[in-house]
């Protein structure tokens, strides 16, 4: 089973700094997701990639499958960014429905 | 614009009570799971259901059931509510195995007491 590390596991920036949060894995992946959970539970799915770069308004998420890294930026960050930020892959053995390993997220703090 | 619908979002219970905890997504989704989130430990897979009537055991089944009679209705039981069940639950369903198109529910922060 692979393992998922994240970092940093807290981070506080002043708003409209650049931000990136890093997920290592170790063992070989079909794709790679990053969620975002905000204070009160639910969760919102932002990218799956299984390569290159994906890029949503001021999110840019990026994965370097050769070195089994993956980075999600944030440009401009905003107080409303802040948020848990889960890194979770899928190996490429697969397993049942639902492969997926969760890293333990990134606690976001974006002060005005 | 609601997709994953989780019945509570808070939840308290006593040791030892039958809990229900229900999810209804409006997606016809086939894939369907159970998380429980805990400080320090992330997302742990409960249980999936990849088809109506359909179910696999995730990573901590002990102590769960589920059941799916409908597509869009997934449903968590704890057969009897320990404290060590405390915890957030959230649902998801994707549109498939590989957990594209994923979509969380609000979530349902039980604690048993």
């Known amino acids: 089973k692979n393992e998922v590390e994240q970092s940093p596991q807290n981070l506080t920036a002043q708003e409209g700094e650049f931000i990136t949060i890093n997920c290592s894995y170790s063992v070989g992946i079909s794709a790679l997701h990053w969620l975002q959970q905000h204070p009160g539970g639910g969760i919102v799915s932002l990218f799956m990639?299984?390569?290159g770069k994906k890029k949503h308004g001021r999110l840019i998420a990026t994965i370097n499958i050769q070195e089994k890294h993956s980075s999600l930026h944030i440009t401009a960050s905003h107080p409303r960014d802040s948020a848990v930020y889960i890194c979770?892959?899928?190996?490429?053995?697969?397993?049942?429905?639902?492969?997926?390993?969760f890293g333990k997220g990134t606690h976001l703090i974006i002060q005005p | 614009d609601v997709k994953v619908t989780q019945s509570s979002r808070y939840l308290v219970k006593r040791t030892g009570e039958k809990v229900f905890l229900e999810c209804v997504q409006d997606?016809?989704?086939?894939?369907m799971f159970w998380y429980r989130q805990d400080p320090g430990l992330g997302l742990r897979l409960i249980y999936f259901?990849?088809?109506?009537?359909?179910?696999e055991k995730g990573d901590i089944p002990e102590g769960y059931s589920v059941s799916r009679e409908k597509k869009e209705r997934f449903s968590l039981i704890l057969e009897s509510a320990s404290t060590n069940q405390t915890s957030m639950y959230l649902c998801?369903?994707?549109?498939?195995?590989?957990?594209?198109?994923?979509?969380f529910g609000q979530g349902t922060r039980l604690t048993v007491v």
């Open positions: 259901s990849y088809d109506v009537k359909m179910k």
């Open positions: 990639l299984s390569s």
């Open positions: 979770a892959v899928r190996d490429i053995s697969g397993g049942g429905a639902d492969g997926l390993t």
């Open positions: 997606m016809d989704h086939e894939n």
């Open positions: 998801a369903s994707s549109r498939d195995r590989g957990f594209a198109e994923a979509f």
